[in-house]
């Protein structure tokens, strides 16, 4: 089992950068992928990127390719999500998960963290 902290989120101007923080509990992190999703209000829960167990692949989202990446520090047991030319849109709340397949769809995720704000103004 693992337990995941979101950290790093904030109001920020469009255009800013922020980067994401996912801290997990145990020995184990680096048997999980992760995955980044956010929820916007009144919107569903959308995939945003992931990386496999390694690090050696990622996968991100259209809407926010070449804005967004992902990376993992396993010594550490953290996933980052640092975001660039961030967009009014990019608010939401985002949350990592992990799981055993660095998938796009949420529902392949057993762990999820809280999650941490993001508002970007325009």
């Known amino acids: 089992q693992v337990q995941l902290v979101e950290s790093g989120g904030g109001l920020v101007q469009g255009g800013g950068s922020l980067r994401l923080s996912c801290e997990a509990s145990g020995r184990t992190f680096r048997i999980y992928a992760v995955g980044w999703f956010r929820q916007a209000p009144g919107k569903e829960r959308e995939f945003v990127a992931a990386i496999s167990q390694s690090g050696g692949s990622t996968y991100i989202a259209d809407s926010v390719k070449g804005r967004f990446t992902i990376s993992r520090d396993n010594v550490k047991n953290t996933a980052f999500l640092q975001m660039s030319s961030l967009k009014p849109e990019d608010t939401a709340q985002y949350y990592c998960?992990?799981?055993?397949?660095?998938?796009?769809?949420?529902?392949?995720?057993?762990?999820w963290g809280q999650g941490t704000q993001v508002i970007v103004s325009s």
């Open positions: 998960a992990a799981g055993f397949t660095a998938a796009t769809t949420d529902s392949l995720y057993r762990y």
